[in-house]
């Protein structure tokens, strides 16, 4: 199904995840063969309607709403409906549905709507998060069952480390290539006498889909060939392609034959389109990635239509100057080159250019194989847009030797530019078990970007019971992308008005540990410990709540942190912050000032005891003390992000550490050096491509 999701694609925020790391074919080049003895064995497998295989929460299904609104009496007899009904009107569990601090109590909620919405309880196409959510479990899947080690592992975002096997995933297109011996009888018809590595992992991956039931469409299956098409590009290890001492990787046949005829037959008119000009160079694009150097025949057919003006529904006429014919002529003849070579071999050795105002040379030096396959693999991307100097540019560099003028910040580049989404779980304060979450919302009034509030009243995930919810953030933490937290677990075994008591001040652990109840307040309360600890351990504020009679204070861990000096304790009267409550709040903090918190009660006004109405409310903080610990939070924010500011310096730049370390590290010889003639020290204001071939 694709939904109409984009009004709720904007609201949510980008997920920099797997989609940036999906292979193309062109990457497949770093394979390598010997075509007098080696063969390549293909095998994919693709998953039949593999976004309606998802199964999503409640959570995520409320928002893939669909409409029209259905009446409630159209709907009786449906799971749905019977499933919302159970959902919506069944008994309130606090260990399960929370305190509902901020929530309209849901005993309260016996009116039955006439009309409900459906939603869609998969993942439409549609979803813009859709990519992400299937590429991340399809691979998290099969590497559950072995596949996927990192010596195989093809990815755009990262050096691939194989040399003979390498496995790739496409959302929902599985692929592996393996070099194998080939046959000498030259019958590529005939199985391997020897399994080949690439079937041993397809087999294992079938294997994997059937035991989850994940349905597929096995008539598609690529199993064991020596030429196939995978995702959009052509391997050709074939015993015929073999004979010629060749086996290539490019765009299929078929379609640079179509892109060269219809490129001969544009050619000879006088007037194209803007949206059929367009569409033609996409597709030879997509060609000359397979043989980049090629792509300088290319020029003036790139500066014929803006493409940002494109209307494809409204294409207009242009046009077709002999130039712009004449290069889509040559390319067109040129198409049945437009090949990578696997069978190309490394030159022990690395070459590299330079040129100045004056003069211009090439250098070589030789390197060990490893080394220069490490280059090859690692320079096919410039790392940012680079374009030549302009003189004033050129003149201060001249002057200035570490001038370096980073794309980001060109004074040339005068276009607005776009907003991008922003990145999804990069929060600066997070509160757990957070109830009503006054302080998340005073904090965001400041400025900083507060993640949800973690509680079971928003979700059933949002327990910190579930090792799935403190895994994720540890890792917020440790990958930068949470800055502090706040944690307020329940203290109700912990409280010394429980009766019977579960626990005792000499027995914090509990009477019977391994209850039910106690053992529940024991995980909760070790767990917003070990979120403590490890604020401590990387220098960010982080802090723990508690009324000040808890008896959480004497578990062990609460004594040890503050012992080794890693968290301190402080407390406040919740009176003195407007509450009309005796009750003194306790705080465990590291990396806040959290002594701006402390206030004793001045005994100067009444107090309503805290029973029956009162007891719930008097666990939700006045908006003073609320406000309080968000301003300790934005004080030791502030500090900490300063203090980064001071010590960790941008390090942008155009450079490549490993090819500083090359051009270091070897002896290199001038192999020609040629003088400009002042006519040619002219620098062109425009793009500047550094091609690279094998």
Request: with cysteine; hydrophobic share 40%; aromatic share 8%.
């Amino acid at each position: 199904m694709i939904g109409d999701r984009r009004l709720r694609n904007w609201f949510e925020a980008k997920i920099p995840s797997v989609s940036r790391g999906l292979p193309t074919a062109s990457l497949m080049s770093v394979l390598e063969v010997d075509p007098r003895r080696q063969c390549l064995r293909i095998c994919a497998a693709d998953r039949r309607d593999f976004y309606h295989q998802f199964k999503v929460s409640e959570q995520r299904a409320a928002t893939n709403g669909l409409w029209p609104l259905l009446s409630v009496s159209d709907l009786e007899g449906t799971q749905a409906l019977a499933a919302w009904q159970q959902h919506k009107h069944g008994p309130y569990v606090r260990t399960k549905h929370g305190d509902q601090f901020g929530r309209p109590d849901r005993r309260s909620a016996d009116r039955r709507p006439q009309v409900l919405q459906a939603c869609f309880s998969s993942i439409p196409q549609g979803d813009h998060l859709g990519v992400e959510f299937a590429t991340d479990a399809h691979k998290t899947f099969l590497e559950g069952h072995g596949l996927f080690c990192q010596r195989e592992d093809l990815r755009a975002d990262s050096v691939f480390r194989g040399t003979e096997v390498l496995q790739g995933l496409v959302i929902d297109d599985f692929f592996t290539v393996s070099v194998e011996t080939a046959d000498k009888e030259g019958h590529e018809d005939n199985p391997p006498a020897v399994q080949s590595r690439a079937l041993q992992r397809f087999q294992l991956a079938k294997q994997a889909y059937q035991s989850a039931d994940l349905k597929g469409s096995d008539d598609k299956d690529l199993v064991d060939l020596t030429r196939a098409k995978v995702i959009g590009g052509e391997i050709d290890s074939a015993c015929s392609t073999r004979r010629l001492g060749l086996t290539t990787l490019a765009a299929p046949a078929k379609k640079r034959l179509a892109l060269a005829y219809l490129s001969a037959e544009i050619a000879q008119l006088p007037y194209t389109t803007d949206a059929l000009h367009v569409c033609l160079l996409g597709g030879w694009v997509h060609a000359l990635m397979y043989r980049r150097p090629l792509m300088c025949v290319l020029d003036k057919a790139f500066k014929l239509v803006d493409a940002t003006k494109l209307d494809a529904d409204k294409p207009k006429l242009v046009a077709l100057p002999r130039g712009v014919a004449e290069e889509l002529l040559v390319i067109a003849v040129l198409a049945p080159f437009l090949a990578t070579n696997l069978a190309a071999v490394f030159e022990p050795a690395i070459y590299a250019t330079d040129a100045s105002d004056a003069k211009g040379a090439f250098v070589a030096c030789k390197a060990p194989l490893p080394e220069v396959r490490a280059l090859w693999r690692t320079g096919r991307k410039i790392g940012g847009y680079a374009r030549m100097l302009t003189r004033a540019e050129a003149l201060i560099q001249k002057l200035d030797p570490s001038f370096q003028l980073l794309s980001e910040g060109h004074p040339a580049v005068f276009e607005p530019q776009s907003i991008e989404r922003p990145r999804a779980h990069r929060f600066h304060f997070i509160e757990l078990c957070g109830g009503a979450g006054k302080v998340s919302k005073f904090l965001a009034e400041r400025g900083w970007v507060c993640g949800p509030i973690i509680d079971l009243d928003a979700s059933p995930f949002f327990n910190l019971r579930m090792l799935r919810l403190l895994s994720w953030v540890y890792h917020l933490f440790e990958q930068a992308l949470l800055d502090s937290a706040m944690i307020e677990p329940p203290c109700t075994t912990f409280s010394p008005a429980q009766h019977p008591a579960s626990r005792g001040y000499d027995q914090p652990r509990g009477y019977q540990p391994l209850e039910e109840k106690t053992l529940e307040g024991t995980e909760l309360a070790l767990r917003s410990l070990a979120i403590i600890k490890l604020c401590a351990s990387l220098r960010k504020p982080g802090l723990l709540e508690q009324p000040r009679k808890s008896k959480m204070r004497r578990l062990e861990e609460w004594i040890a942190l503050l012992a080794l000096g890693l968290a301190e304790e402080n407390w406040a009267a919740s009176c003195a912050y407007g509450s009309p409550h005796q009750k003194e709040f306790v705080f465990l903090s590291t990396g806040l000032p959290a002594g701006d918190l402390h206030r004793k009660c001045t005994r100067d006004h009444q107090h309503i005891p805290i029973q029956g109405k009162w007891t719930k409310q008097s666990a939700v903080y006045t908006d003073q003390l609320a406000w309080a610990i968000a301003e300790c939070f934005h004080k030791g924010l502030y500090a900490m992000h300063r203090e980064a500011r001071q010590h960790s310096p941008k390090t942008l730049g155009l450079e490549s550490v490993l090819c500083n370390d090359v051009l270091l590290s070897h002896s290199w010889q001038v192999l020609k050096a040629l003088a400009l003639e002042k006519t040619h020290t002219y620098q062109h204001p425009g793009n500047f491509h550094n091609m690279q071939a094998p």
